[in-house]
């Protein structure tokens, strides 16, 4: 179970929390922090400072009733703090039982370097996907070098590479994909044609493209763990079923070879804090 709730108001951590009580033990819990500073700073201030890091986790806990997490995730990587000294603090919460495994998320391989000699790192979760596929390149074989999971995370597209949005109209005014480079003008027409393939290939199975969008993800590999996004119960199951579909040499060769999508993965303001 992967959260959003730790940019304030942290609904969803208290909402989980009510999900899982009395049945801890059944779960796997992962949250994020480092996107809010607790020292006054507020939401949107990267801080993991070790002070932030650790308000942050008895936050955390507190919200979602329990005594430990079970994967903490530095949500952006903070430039002002060395990554040595938010490991050391994270590495503090693993000894006292209140954290079980450390990951980063959009961190480069330096970082990622640095920050698994300190304490091992349990999983790197950055976008990855058909259309952004950057990763494959220099993050994963350094993950595979060092016994890192990887965490694709908005594997599809952020509901594009579904082809249920076929054109920005269908988007409401307040929905932030209004602004994201991909879903708009010129580049949202051309980046159908990505979805056109994946529908191409969804139909020969009989499955849909979100599932295809999904199987191509868990094809790279046995430690790859795409986290798709929703609020509904059956894609719930349509994505898990994602997991039977065996795509054959023919359909990965031509899902390899689709042109990655055109313009950048978010606007300039949250690309500027995104390691590369
Ligand atoms: N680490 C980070 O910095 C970071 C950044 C962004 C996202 N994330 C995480 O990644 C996860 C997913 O990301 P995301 O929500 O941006 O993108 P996503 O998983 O690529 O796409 C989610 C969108 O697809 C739709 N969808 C889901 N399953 C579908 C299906 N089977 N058929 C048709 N449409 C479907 C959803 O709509 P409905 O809800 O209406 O079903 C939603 O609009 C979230 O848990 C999020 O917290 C992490």
């Known amino acids: 179970m992967g959260l959003s709730g730790h940019y304030g108001p942290y609904s969803n951590e208290e909402l989980v929390g009510r999900a899982i ?3 801890r033990d059944q779960v796997v819990l992962a949250t994020k922090f480092g996107l809010v500073s607790h020292a ?19 936050g955390s806990l507190k919200r979602l009733g329990t005594d430990y997490i079970d994967l903490y995730y530095q949500h952006r990587v903070d430039p002002n703090t060395p990554i040595e000294d938010t490991v050391g603090a994270l590495a503090e919460l693993v000894a006292e039982g209140k954290v079980r495994y450390i990951g980063l998320s ?3 391989p330096d970082t990622i370097r640095r920050a698994h000699s300190v304490h091992p790192i349990a999983a790197l979760q950055t976008e990855y996907s058909l259309w952004t596929r950057d ?18 995370y908005s594997p599809l597209g952020h509901g594009f590479l579904t082809g249920e949005i076929k054109s920005p109209d ?32 969804a139909a020969e199975l009989d499955a849909t493209p979100a599932q295809i969008a999904l199987a ?21 199951e349509e994505n898990i079923a994602a997991d039977g579909i065996e795509l ?29």
């Open 21 to 23: 009580k009395d049945r």
């Open 40 to 58: 006054g700073g507020g939401p949107g201030v990267i801080d993991s400072s070790p002070a932030n890091t650790r308000a942050a986790v008895e």
């Open 106 to 108: 959009e961190a480069g």
């Open 135 to 152: 990763p494959k390149a220099e993050l994963l074989p350094l993950l595979r070098q060092l016994g890192i999971g990887f965490v694709p």
């Open 170 to 201: 269908q988007l409401s005014d307040d929905d932030w994909r209004k602004t994201n480079p991909r879903f708009t003008g010129e580049n949202f027409q051309r980046n159908l044609r990505i979805v056109d393939e994946v529908k191409a290939v």
């Open 216 to 236: 191509w993800l868990l094809a790279q590999g046995n430690d790859i763990a795409p986290i798709p996004g929703t609020k509904r119960a059956a894609r719930v």
């Open 248 to 276: 054959n040499a023919n359909q990965l060769e031509r899902l390899n070879n689709l042109t990655p999508a055109v313009g950048e993965r978010h606007d300039e303001g949250n690309m500027s804090v995104i390691e590369r």
